[in-house]
Every structure is written in C-alpha cells, then in structure tokens.
C-alpha cells in the first residue's frame, strides 16, 4: 500500500514540474516576431561575445549585457555571437533567437 502512496505522489510531483516548465514558456506572437524582424534589420547592433556562455532559450543574458527597444514591442533584443536574441526584459531570458 506505502509503495502505490510513494509512486502516486512521485508522478504528481513530475506532473506539477512540467506544468510549471510549460508555464515559463514564452511564446512570441507570428506579428511580434516580423516587427522584431523587421527593425532589427533596420537597427543593426555590434555583436557582444560571451564566452562560456551556451546561447539557448532560456538562458539568462548578464546584465552588463545592454538590451535594446523595440517599438510597441514589450521584449528586448541584442546580438550575441552574430545571432539576434530577442530577451525578456523582467527576467533578462531568451525567448527567440532569430536567424
């Protein structure tokens, strides 16, 4: 009985984890990202090296790494090793990087 408790209370426990990954997931919207795209091409940056550093979704930029505006546009965007990111300001986090 004490083994079917533990197993019961394990998955739940691994389903309360994935639901608060999926929960952190940003999705940027098909309109934002074209906007994104679009002033990015017309605002080109110098890119930033960060050694070390695996660039993914997710991964938290440095804060001596300067974000920039896009207008009407609530995330951010910098160039780290040649690739644009688009960040979320409040958590500093990538949630694109764009081609």
């Known amino acids: 009985m004490r083994t079917h408790i533990t197993s019961a209370a394990a998955a739940v426990l691994l389903l309360a984890g994935i639901g608060a990954a999926a929960a952190d997931t940003v999705v940027l919207q098909p309109e934002q990202e074209t906007v994104i795209k679009e002033y990015v091409k017309k605002q080109p940056l110098a890119s930033v090296k960060l050694p070390g550093v695996e660039l993914n979704v997710g991964t938290a930029v440095p804060d001596t790494v ?3 505006e896009v207008p009407n546009v609530k995330y951010r965007y910098t ?16 949630i694109k990087i764009i081609q």
Do not use: A, C, S, Y
């Open 66 to 68: 300067e974000l920039h």
């Open 79 to 94: 160039v780290i090793d040649n690739r644009t990111v688009v960040v979320d300001p409040g958590t500093r986090k990538v």
